[in-house]
Structure formats: C-alpha cells, structure tokens
C-alpha cells in the first residue's frame, strides 16, 4: 500500500533530472530514449503530460463541433475540459462498480451518429480487459484510447496492442513520477509523427 501524497521518486532519480535540466541535452535524443526504454509495438509518443498530449491529439483530428467523445463518467476534470474547448462533447459512460469501467454494453449503447472517440480510464491501479471495447468502437468506425495514467506497471505495460493510442502519465502523484511527463503509444505513426510535429512548435521555456 503507498500512501496518498508519498511522491513515488528517489534522490538519485532527482539529481538526474536536475542535471538534465542544467547541462545543454538534444531533445530529440531525450525522445529517443524514452522510446527505446518502453519497446511497443506501435509508434511511441513523449509529450509533456497526458493533458497536453490529449491536446494536441484533439487539435490533429480537427472533428467536428459537437462531436461526442464517450469517455469513463470518472476521470480528472481536466480530460473532459479539453474535449469542450475543442467545441466537442463528453458523453459519460456509468462505470460498473466491481471493475471501475463502463462496461461494452454501456458503451454500445451510448453511440449516436455524432460520436467519434471512446476514452477509457484505467481507474486507482485496475487494469480491466478492453478487448471487447476495442471491438464495438472498431465496429462502429470509432478510434479507441486508453487512459492508463493510474496504470503503469514498469515497461512490460505498454497498453491493449489493439487500442489506437494507450495514455501513460508521469505526474507529480503517479506511481513512478518524473514530476511530469506523458508517453502515448499509438497505431498510427504518421499520428504520431503529426502530433511531434505540433508539439515541436510549443514555445520553449527558458533553461534558467
Ligand atoms: C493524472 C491523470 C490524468 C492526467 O495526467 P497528466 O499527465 O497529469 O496530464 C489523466 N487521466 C487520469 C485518469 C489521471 O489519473
């Protein structure tokens, strides 16, 4: 059991980042290690949290206003905020209380001809079987994410093979923080290689 609060870090993984932050790094070479640390079948993304990357996702599918995003009705408040400023919907899917998720039928049930994405959330360290998921969204021509950022489980999780992008989340309050940091998996590479692209364009801070 871990504590709410305890920071899941160690003082030498501390001072790495401390002297990663002060010594002149190629970012791209950061990008690379990531990706060669967590093999995948599919392409894999860094970005700065799971927030901005669900951004930029957004920002690159463009659909249009009032589309539905179907998502796990139990997330941080931030997940849903985004699908509105993107002018779209967030459709809550009721969870089932002995796994934390909405179950298929919920899912294939709450689908109308505007929806668009489904979300689901990996809640408080479950991990649930969304291969049946995967398929109703597939089946209806939808693109399937998996919110794993209460989920990681070291490098051997990279997430359902079948689900077009598995969100990872190293926040401040995740197991394994790097007190901030997202690692997306994703089907799509040339996805992948878009949401770099608009990522690179971000305005950089200044290294003091
Ligand atoms: C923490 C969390 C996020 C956001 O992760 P960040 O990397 O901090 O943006 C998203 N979804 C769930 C379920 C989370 O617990």
Known sequence: MWS???????????????SGAVSRRDVSAGHRTVAEAWPSERAVFACLSVRSGWDLLLSELNLPTG???????????????????????P????????TAAPSPETLRQAITPNSKLVLIAHLFGTRIDLTPHIAVAHEHGMM???DCAQAYAGPTFPGHEDADVSMFSFGTIKTCTALGGGVFHLRDRQLRDALAQRQAEYPMQPRG
Do not use: C, Q, Y
């Open 144 to 146: 399937f994410l998996e």
């Open 67 to 89: 589309s539905e995003v179907l998502m796990s009705a139990m997330t941080i408040p931030d997940m849903a905020d985004i699908v509105r400023a993107h002018g779209l919907v």
């Open 4 to 18: 709410r609060k305890r920071i899941d870090i160690a003082w030498n993984d501390l001072a790495i980042g401390v």
């Open 91 to 98: 459709v809550p899917l009721e969870l089932e209380a002995r």
